[in-house]
């Protein structure tokens, strides 16, 4: 099982950046989708974007334009970009080693830990 750790979280106000990163360990990491998660406070978790072993991206259609997901598989990561943050996009990160089936992003149980995403209005 690959095992993922994330970074790149913290606290920015309303209309700025921050890029996360899920460095990942394993042999099947080019082979994998990835996809990110977050779960706001009382809220269930939710897909946010993912990215195909090809490249193919998806994302929730509140972040598209915002946010990119992008990976280097030389160095087992993928990135997500996130511009014109909102306090709506507040919560923990997740990053997930999943799978495609036909378009639709399949997480599994390989999770990281999250990294907290704070922003203020």
């Known amino acids: 099982q690959v095992q993922l750790v994330e970074s790149g979280g913290g606290l920015v106000q309303a209309g700025g950046s921050l890029r996360l990163s899920c460095a990942a360990s394993g042999s099947t990491f080019r082979t994998n989708a990835m996809g990110w998660y977050r779960q706001a406070p009382g809220k269930q978790r939710e897909f946010v974007a993912a990215?195909?072993?090809?490249?193919?991206?998806k994302y929730k259609d509140s972040v598209k334009g915002r946010f990119a997901i992008s990976r280097d598989n030389a160095k087992n990561t993928v990135y997500l970009q996130m511009n014109s943050l909102q306090p709506e996009d507040t919560g923990v990160y997740y990053c997930?080693?999943?799978?495609?089936?036909?378009?639709?992003?399949?997480?599994?149980?390989?999770w990281g830990q999250g990294t907290q995403v704070t922003v203020s209005s």
């Open positions: 990215i195909g072993n090809g490249g193919s991206t």
């Open positions: 997930n080693a999943g799978y495609y089936s036909g378009t639709v992003y399949v997480a599994t149980s390989s």
